[in-house]
């Protein structure tokens, strides 16, 4: 089994109200990422990835751009420590 890494991704822009946490969602199954996505209060997006570092790769890349609707304008990144997560959830 590859070593399973974690990432914090916080996405500045416009990405509420475009369907960026199910598009969000749909790309970390389609990966076998397991964790979260949830809108802030502040208006960005916050996902929780964890699994091999290639599938997280693929879809912190995806947070980068976002579905067509979005507008990212700024894009943080900070690695953890992987909890055992499973499935991907909206919060």
Known sequence: MPEQIRRRVIVHGSVQGVFFRDSTRERARAHGVAGWVRNR???????????PLDAVDRVARF???????????????????????????IR
């Open 63 to 89: 947070l980068e751009t976002g579905p067509r609707q979005a507008r990212v304008e700024r894009v943080e990144v900070q690695d953890e420590e992987p909890e055992g997560l499973s499935g991907f959830s």
């Open 41 to 51: 209060g502040d208006g960005a997006v916050e996902a929780v990835l964890e699994g």
